[in-house]
């Protein structure tokens, strides 16, 4: 099956800022439409943002919108995450699909996925 590997993720302080990475184990994301997912302890996994595959459409969670920024180039698909907030940390995920138009914000719409960076804001 097809998986992603994640990095970036760490200890930042309210306010400050991290970038998260995506790449293929294996192959390249050049065809692959990608969304970044997080999940909190005890809270659901939402929608963060995604990218088509040749990058010319982009979408965001309506919390993250003006503070992250999602971008790709020929080796990894990125999430620049600035002025982060208590209500940002959580596992990041990022996960890929084939043949989509607009990808979007909903976990089903996925079909591969990596195993999550770590993210937690405090002070």
């Known amino acids: 099956q097809l998986q992603l590997v994640e990095s970036g993720g760490g200890l930042v302080q309210p306010g400050g800022s991290l970038r998260l990475s995506c790449a293929g184990s294996g192959f390249t994301l050049n065809y692959s439409n990608i969304g970044w997912f997080r999940q909190a302890p005890g809270k659901e996994r939402e929608g963060v943002s995604s990218i088509s595959a040749t990058g010319s459409w982009v979408d965001y969670a309506d919390s993250v919108k003006g503070r992250f920024t999602i971008s790709r180039d020929n080796a990894a698909v990125y999430l620049q995450m600035n002025s982060l907030k208590p209500e940002d940390p959580g596992v990041y995920s990022c996960?890929?699909?084939?043949?989509?138009?607009?990808?979007?914000?909903?976990?089903?719409?996925?079909?591969?996925w990596g195993q999550g960076t770590q993210v937690t804001v405090s002070s």
């Open positions: 996960a890929g699909v084939y043949g989509l138009e607009h990808p979007g914000l909903i976990s089903y719409e996925y079909e591969y």
